[in-house]
Every structure is written in C-alpha cells, then in structure tokens.
C-alpha cells in the first residue's frame, strides 16, 4: 500500500507541476510576459543553457511573445482565476462553519442528555480535536519539502556564489572563468531546487494521503457514535445540525475540487510574483554581463567586475533565488492544509451514513447555495 500511495502522489505532484503550462502561460498575458522576459535574460546570461536546450527555449520565447497580447483576449484567464478565488474564500468558511456546528452540537449533547450526553460530547469533542490536529499535521508536513529547498538554496546555492565572488577578488577581477562556470551553475542549481522541492512534496503528499486513510475511519466512527447520541438527547436540534453537515459536505466536495485546482493554478504566479520579477528584471539585467566581462582587463578592470559579481552573483541571482524561495515556501504553507482542512466537511457528510441520503438533496441544494454565495 506504502508504494502505491508514493506512486499515486509522484503522479499528483508531476500533474501539479506542469500544469501552469495550460492553467497559466496559455491563457495569462502577464506570466507570458514574465516568462518571455525570463526567456531573453537566459539567453544573455546564460547562453550555454539556452543554446542546449534550442528547440525548447526558442520556440517558447516566440510563444510567450505572442501570448503577452493575444492572452488578454483570452476568456479562460479569467475563468481559472474565478475558481481559484472561489478556493480561497469558501475553504477557510466552510472548515470554520464545519467545526462550529460540531462544536455546538457537542455542547447542546452535553448540557441535554446528562450521562450519555456526556459520553456524546466527549466523542464528538475528541472528533473535533483529531480534525483539527489532521489540519495542523497537514501544515507541519509542509516542513519536509521548505527545508529541503531552504539548504539547497542557502547552503548550496549560498557556497557557490560566494566562492565564484571571492575567486573574483583573489584573481584581480579577471573572472571571465568564474563567469563561464557561473552561467552553468546558475540554471544547474536552479534544477537542482526543483528536483529536491519535488522529491520532498511528494513524500510529503505521501504522509498526508496515509494519514488521512489512517485517521478518517477512526474520526467518522466517533462522529456517527457521537451524533447518535446526540440524536437521543434532543432529535430536533440534531437533525437540524446534520443538515447542516450535508450542507457543508456536499460544499466541501466542491471546495476540493476547487482547491486542488487552486493548487496548480495559483503556484506559479505565486511563487514568481510582480515583487520578485521586478528584483529580477534589474538586479539580474544583462547590463550587469559588461562589468563581468570588464575582467579581461587586468587591474584595470578589477573594480567594475567585483562590482558587477556583487551585483549580479550575490544580490541578483541568489537573491531572486531566495525571494522566489521564501514566496514558495510561504505560498505551500498556508495553502496545502487550507485545501486539505475539507475534510472536515467531508467527515461530517460521512458521519452520517445511510441518513445522508434522506438528506442530500437539502445538502446538494444547500452546498450549491454555499458555493455561490462564497
């Protein structure tokens, strides 16, 4: 089962990350701008890498051209932006409506049924701690992936670039063979961050998945228990409360399916946002390349070089690299277990059996309701 579940979240974290390609440089003019942009300082910074990937880069850097003007016509960009916004503002109600009927359930248990009240409260109160504690595992697995991208970027990229600007300064600014390793090491480390951030989301994906197929029978027993007894205390009160569990289950079932899109939608331009491009448009600008190259000179041209490698090297390259990490990280922290929290949602519809049936149609019509509504 253990491979399966890596095996099933590979093929999630691959799908999620190519899926910019559709859900973003095809239909938004502003990430085609950034790439094209990005695609023009490769192929002046990094020429090597662009030239030895031709039949890629070049064909890209012609379409992300085009897509910055045709794409503003393009009426997707704006559907894909309104689910994505739907994501963000339902998922954070619905987890918080969820866990407030639970709660008000548990107490009207509790203060109406006298000893199996109590025994009905503490299940449905020790079912409400579980999805909480799920949603605070599903933020601390994020962890994984974010240190696994922190060293690389910090400690690996860091070493680079400080070595490539002191062997600048130990040369006498005749670094055009730091330069030329540099152009390689830049895109090789980049990649580098990828595949470990990659690696590190998909274990992380793992643990989630297992932890959920774990707990979520334990969690929808207590609540079906709890509800039972709940049921008996006071039939009204609970019948209208389930209810409400339809409502939010079928929303939540929805909300998922909003939020995974969310997911892959939104990582992107996220990650590479206006702040972070604009740092990199002038700290990384190929204007910077002609102190580099001042070098050739000896001595003389010493002092523009260990200009330009602070410049370039130190502020801009690793600089745009921990923006763009620190945006990532922060970006997978809040949004995973926003979109994860569903399921609180999800078990509280489950919670209810054979009983969700008699009410899904006033949770279908409730959850479409919800759904517009946010």
Same mark, same amino acid.
């Given at each position: ?15 999620w ?38 039949y890629?880069?070049? @064909?890209?850097t ?36 969820g866990?407030?009927?639970?709660? =008000? ?12 009240g ?26 994984i ?18 070595? $490539?600007?002191?062997?600048? #300064?130990?040369?006498l600014?005749?670094? #055009? ?19 470990v ?18 707990a979520? @029978? $334990? ?24 209810? =409400? ?13 909003a ?20 740092f990199?448009l ?8 002609? $102190? ?21 090297m130190?502020?801009?390259?690793w ?10 990280t922060?970006?997978?922290?809040? *949004?995973?277990?926003?979109?994860? *929290?569903?399921?609180? =949602? ?29």
């Amino acid at each position: 089962i253990g491979s399966l579940v890596t095996g099933i979240s590979a093929v999630i974290i691959l799908v999620w990350f190519l899926a910019p390609i559709v859900l973003q440089l095809m239909v938004n003019p502003i990430a085609d701008f950034v790439a094209f942009m990005i695609l023009q300082y490769t192929m002046f910074n990094h020429t090597i890498f662009y030239l030895s990937f031709f039949y890629i880069t070049e @064909p890209l850097t012609f379409l992300t051209f085009v897509g910055s003007f045709t794409n503003w016509l393009n009426p997707l960009n704006s559907l894909f932006n309104g689910i994505s916004s739907f994501a963000k503002n339902s998922l954070s109600f619905l987890r918080n409506a969820g866990l407030t009927l639970l709660s =008000g359930l548990a107490w009207n248990t509790l203060l109406k049924g006298g000893l199996l009240g109590l025994a009905g409260f503490l299940l449905l109160g020790s079912a409400s701690l579980d999805l909480q504690g799920l949603i605070t595992l599903f933020g601390l697995n994020t962890l994984i992936p974010n240190l696994m991208l922190w060293a690389v970027a910090i400690l690996w990229v860091g070493l680079l670039v400080i070595v $490539g600007v002191l062997g600048v #300064v130990a040369n006498l600014g005749i670094n #055009v063979p730091t330069y030329l390793t540099f152009e390689l090491a830049v895109p090789a480390a980049t990649m580098l961050a990828i595949t470990v951030a990659l690696i590190g989301m998909v274990g992380m994906l793992s643990i989630d998945i297992s932890t959920i197929l774990t707990a979520v @029978p $334990g969690i929808v027993t207590k609540l079906g228990l709890g509800s039972l007894i709940a049921l008996v205390s006071d039939p009204i009160f609970t019948v209208l409360t389930q209810a =409400g569990f339809a409502v939010i289950g079928f929303a939540s079932i929805v909300a998922l399916i909003a939020g995974g899109f969310m997911l892959a939608e939104d990582w992107l331009p996220s990650t590479f946002n206006i702040p972070t491009f604009l740092f990199y448009l002038i700290m990384t600008s190929p204007i910077w390349t002609v $102190g580099n190259w001042d070098g050739l000179v000896p001595i003389i041209g010493w002092i523009p070089a260990i200009i330009a490698d602070i410049g370039y090297m130190l502020i801009g390259a690793w600089g745009t690299g921990l923006l763009t990490v620190l945006n990532f990280t922060t970006w997978l922290t809040t *949004s995973l277990p926003l979109v994860f *929290s569903t399921v609180v =949602g999800i078990s509280l519809l489950l919670s209810l059996g054979l009983g969700g049936l008699i009410l899904a149609p006033i949770g279908l019509i409730g959850g479409a309701v919800v759904s517009l509504v946010n």
